[in-house]
């Protein structure tokens, strides 16, 4: 298992039509340790996208670099200079699964289809790249809805079969910006607690981007928050409540336990600092 | 029926039954033209839903009927508004006898030789150019301005001079439409490939595509629909085009039918001329629209 680690980054976005460059990011240095979850979390326009693209190799930094393992996703990595650096410098590749918030399914093709897609483009043949996808759609309880077309699915489903697509390929992390942003509360919490199991499955690293304080609370094994203006990281904390829900089963019991609802206060109490000190809610 | 209905009724109902009677029928008559099942949220939501099929086989049928009238009563003469039946009796004598030394139905089929050609000539080379400009810059770079200049000519403007390039045989005929073909064809193209949502192409990265396959699989399959909607506007175009095609120098044609009977005032072969051209523009572009419902289900959703 190999880590994800983010050196040194900042990324400057050249003014649209003729306004202000925007520091999306500044000064970013973490790791993603294998089999952490890790979520960011942030107002909007604080960089949390920015980062996730980064990480998927959507897009170059303007400073620093990125790896994963041995790999380099985007950026110079400084160690390597002399070397054919073009060569090494991956982009996007399977080994990074992302999931959306929406409008990422590919409405031409029915829900085994899409979970299979990226299988389809490896060249892997018809019969196993659908046995493979249908392991995946059972893991996200889809086991029944293989022939239904994406289109007709609740919000919530089709989540789920972009869960399950991403994972299809074996990818060594999930990125999600924002997975469980569009749907409704109780949809939202059944969802949170699939994606819980699915970790504790397959051992995945995860970076998941919320701006609901609760969510991430749930969630993470590791939360870091996010400022704007520059973006940058201002806090980090190592929490367990992921743990215990996965051993006690009881996402309500968890949610209002003291610690849970000490850390939410402290939480929210940042995030509205940032607010005071300037940064403040788009 | 409120006869019958009155005669089988004893004196003293008579009076309740009728009045209620009446609007009732009257009602269920203009039922036909309802908007159908009413829509949660219809009657405050968009404007203009429910069905609409009632309604406009009512306004034909007006238009017809009151052709009729005006002919029978002769409040237009006959060499500006024939009657419908010199109409349909001048499209028998046309189908079986022919006008200007052809039947109707060679006219019909020389000018459909001619629209389809061009229609398929510039599906073959709009689509993939169109295609080329969304996903290259250098390639929108060279066919924007050429495209968008000549786009708003009317077709009639430039006629002389595809005659005097071409001469006045079937090539400058078919080149003149293919060319009002064209420009919408290649546009709807390129804006089907632009209307791609970026979540896609980026999703179809991070499973591993290449740059090959994100063209083929996502843009390509996603512009779909806008090609499909620039077959239909780009089809119409061509029938618009087709009559200033058939003006210089055709032997046959609908076009030339319609330009030649007007020159002998014929009126009635003009308005049938104008009847079989609209006819079959119709009805492509139903073929078109039960294609697009065929191939594009998850338009729109
Ligand atoms: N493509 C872009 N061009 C210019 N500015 C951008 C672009 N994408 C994002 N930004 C700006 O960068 C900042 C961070 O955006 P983003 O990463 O989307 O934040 P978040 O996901 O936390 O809401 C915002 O101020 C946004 O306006
Ligand atoms: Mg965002």
């Known amino acids: 298992m190999s880590r994800l680690q983010i050196r040194d980054v900042s990324v400057l976005y050249p003014g649209v039509n003729g306004g202000e460059a925007v520091t999306a990011l500044s000064g970013i240095n973490f790791n993603i340790e294998p089999g952490e979850f890790v979520v960011a979390l942030g107002a909007s326009g604080c960089g949390k996208t920015t980062l996730l693209n980064l990480m998927a190799g959507f897009i170059q930094p303007s400073e620093g670099y990125l790896t994963l393992g041995e790999s380099s996703i985007a950026g110079l990595p400084r160690v390597a200079c002399g070397l054919d650096l073009k060569d090494q410098i991956s982009g996007p590749g399977k080994d990074r699964g992302v999931v959306f918030q929406k409008h990422a399914l590919l409405p031409w093709l029915n829900v085994l289809e899409n979970a299979a897609f990226g299988l389809k483009l490896q060249g892997v043949g018809e019969s196993e790249r659908k046995a493979r996808a249908a392991e995946y759609l059972k893991l996200v309880g889809l086991e029944d809805f293989h022939n239904h077309p994406v289109y007709q699915l609740s919000g919530g489903m089709q989540q789920r079969v972009g869960i399950a697509r991403a994972l299809t390929n074996d990818p060594q992390m999930l990125l999600l910006d924002e997975p469980l942003g569009a749907l409704d509360a109780l949809t939202r919490e059944v969802l949170q607690e699939l994606l819980l199991d699915v970790w504790l499955e397959t051992k995945k690293m995860m970076f998941f981007i919320t701006h609901s304080v609760e969510e991430a609370l749930f969630m993470a094994s590791r939360l870091i928050i996010m400022s704007p203006r520059p973006g940058r990281i201002t806090h980090e904390f190592p929490l367990e409540f992921n743990k215990i829900f996965l051993e006690n089963r009881d996402a309500r019991k968890v949610k209002s336990m003291p610690e849970f609802i000490a850390m939410r206060e402290k939480v929210l109490g940042i995030i509205h600092g940032d607010e005071a000190a300037g940064g403040g809610l788009h | 029926m409120n006869q019958t209905t009155a005669a089988t009724t004893p004196v003293n109902a008579k009076v309740s039954i009728n009045p209620v009677a009446t609007p009732s029928i009257l009602k269920r008559c203009l039922s036909v033209f309802a908007a159908g099942p009413v829509k949660p949220g219809e009657s405050y939501g968009a404007p203009g839903q429910g069905k609409s099929l009632a309604i406009s086989l009512f306004t034909t049928a ?205 009126t009635d072969i003009v308005i049938m001329g104008i009847i079989v051209i609209g006819i079959i523009a119709y009805l492509f572009d139903m073929l078109m629209r039960y294609l697009e419902k065929k191939l594009v289900p998850w338009k729109g959703r």
Do not use: C
């Open chain 2, 62 to 266: 007006l238009l017809i009927g009151l052709w009729y009238i005006a002919t029978y009563f002769q409040w237009v003469k006959p060499l500006f508004l024939p009657s419908p039946g010199a109409v349909v009796m001048r499209f028998w004598e046309v189908a079986t006898e022919g006008f200007a030394n052809a039947t109707l139905l060679e006219h019909t089929g020389w000018s459909m030789m001619r629209v389809f050609s061009a229609f398929l000539l510039a599906l073959v080379t709009a689509v993939p150019i169109g295609i080329f400009m969304g996903v290259n810059r250098i390639a929108r770079g060279i066919f924007d301005p050429i495209i968008e200049f000549y786009r708003p000519l009317p077709p009639l403007a430039y006629l002389p001079l595809v005659i005097i390039w071409l001469g006045i045989g079937e090539v400058s005929k078919i080149v003149l439409i293919y060319l009002a073909i064209f420009a919408p064809m290649a546009l709807s193209a390129r804006a089907g490939v632009k209307s791609v949502a970026m979540e896609q192409i980026h999703a179809a990265y991070s499973m591993g595509a290449s740059r090959w396959q994100v063209i083929r699989q996502i843009i390509l399959i996603n512009a779909l629909p806008e090609i499909l909607t620039g077959m239909r506007i780009g089809i119409g175009f061509g029938w618009t085009t087709l009559v200033a095609a058939e003006m210089v120098a055709a032997q046959a044609g609908l076009g030339f039918m319609v330009l030649n009977a007007a020159e002998f005032l014929v």
